[in-house]
């Protein structure tokens, strides 16, 4: 039960903070967090829910329709200019609101309950709404003032046009505010992805709605292989779609949504021994985001410990050759701009003082600026806590519950973090809660 209660008081915290500092958000999200740890640790059943898991199969549905209802009450577009598009899309957001609360109605009075045919049709139609609704953003706000937006868009017209976008400077839109210069940060993964978009002269948030998408379905199929969690189809997607900020994420640009669905892709393809596609995925994943490493290392020490150094040896062996066919041209063509843009810059970046986190939460409230190399030492000191976590116990789900602790950690206690960053420990959450569930009963279908 703590593990749902956590994603609903989660989407909550964002829902009201956006990731913005605000010191009681932030206490109890880090409280949470560690109630989560220490649940895990004592009893890790306490994170999955009674036997027969009716309990977390309600509970789960109604998180569901309380995320469609609060989502359908504001739909946090900070930049929407399109005046029929923000009517289309509050119209989609209420109606899946509505749909929401239909299913809920019929799954009391119905005796199928949350399986009841016209509980599966309402929480479908509610899905459709907001994934209708997703696609609507972009085109309900054009010309959002987000630097990510205008730098992504900037570098993949320059790449298209035959130069490198790591080697240029960008506009700073934000007149010095933020105290670094702009740069092009993501690495080839998404360049190359969001350049095809481009080449069409799309706008590149249909990339990330996508992945989002997608991210659904994947949660959806995979609740399908299991008779424990087939029940949870409608629910879960539904769960995710409807996620108070996932309308503000895609109009923000930001890219996390892809990183996340290859994360889900490379563990689940681990879970269903497809060794090699897990390593194809975990690369392209690594090559997304420079913290993207996190999920795929997890995966290797899982491999190591379940079948054997040989099957490892693999893994990072086709991990490492999708790296090297992405980043190799681009470190050939100029190591410094790549490194000074994707690397330098992250190690220099200012601390964001208006982050929900705990170091913006020391300074604010004592004055106290954490030293950057003890929070290095936090990092590698959890990481390798978990990375130990996974060969003790190499199964997919102390993969999916060391991934969501260790972002969960490195978000909590980062320079600055976005509501995209928590997002992804919410979605880990989520397959964490799966995977758990199908272990735990395991009568599974393949």
Request: aromatic share 14%.
């Amino acid at each position: 039960m703590v593990l749902i209660f956590s994603v609903f008081l989660g989407g909550v915290i964002l829902a009201f903070t956006h990731a913005i500092y605000q010191p009681d958000c932030l206490i109890l999200a880090v409280g949470l967090f560690f109630i989560c740890f220490l649940a895990g640790r004592v009893k890790p059943d306490a994170l999955l829910l009674s036997p027969d898991d009716s309990v977390e199969k309600n509970a789960l549905f109604v998180v569901a329709v309380l995320f469609a209802v609060l989502l359908s009450q504001d739909q946090e577009l900070l930049y929407a200019t399109v005046p029929w598009g923000v009517n289309s899309i509050r119209g989609l957001t209420s109606a899946a609101g509505l749909l929401a609360l239909i299913a809920s109605l019929a799954a009391i009075s119905c005796p199928g309950g949350i399986c009841g045919r016209w509980v599966k049709v309402s929480l479908g139609s509610a899905a459709a709404c907001l994934i209708a609704a997703r696609f609507m953003v972009p085109v309900t706000s054009p010309l959002p003032f987000i630097d990510v937006f205008w730098i992504n868009t900037w570098a993949v017209n320059d790449f298209l046009h035959g130069k490198n976008p790591y080697s240029q400077v960008y506009p700073d839109i934000y007149k010095g505010h933020y105290g670094y210069q702009p740069g092009f940060t993501y690495w080839p993964s998404y360049l190359l992805s969001a350049s095809v978009l481009g080449a069409f002269k799309l706008d590149l948030r249909f990339l990330n709605v996508l992945a989002d998408v997608s991210f659904a379905s994947l949660l959806g199929w995979y609740s399908t292989r299991s008779k424990s969690t087939i029940e949870m189809v409608w629910p879960l997607a539904l769960l995710w779609l409807a996620m108070p900020v996932s309308l503000f994420i895609i109009e923000q640009a930001w890219i996390d949504p892809l990183m996340l669905v290859l994360a889900t892709g490379s563990i689940m393809a681990f879970r269903f021994d497809r060794l090699d596609l897990a390593a194809l995925l975990g690369g392209l994943t690594m090559a997304s985001k420079q913290y993207g490493f996190i999920v795929p290392a997890l995966i290797a020490v899982g491999i190591f410990g379940s079948i054997g150094w040989k099957s490892t040896f693999r893994f990072c062996l086709i991990v490492g050759g999708i790296i090297s066919l992405l980043m190799a041209p681009f470190l050939l063509w100029d190591f410094v701009g790549f490194y000074k843009n994707t690397v330098q810059i992250l190690m220099t970046i200012p601390m964001r003082h208006d982050s929900l986190t705990m170091p913006a939460y020391l300074f604010n409230s004592f004055g106290y600026e954490v030293p950057g190399i003890l929070l290095l030492a936090c990092y590698v000191a959890v990481f390798l806590g978990c990375l130990w976590k996974v060969w003790w116990s190499p199964k997919a789900s102390s993969i999916c519950f060391a991934a969501t602790f260790c972002y969960g950690f490195l978000f909590l206690m980062g320079k600055q973090a976005s509501a995209n960053y928590y997002a992804i420990v919410l979605g880990l959450a989520l397959v964490a809660l799966l995977e758990g569930i199908q272990e735990k009963n395991q009568h599974r279908e393949f």
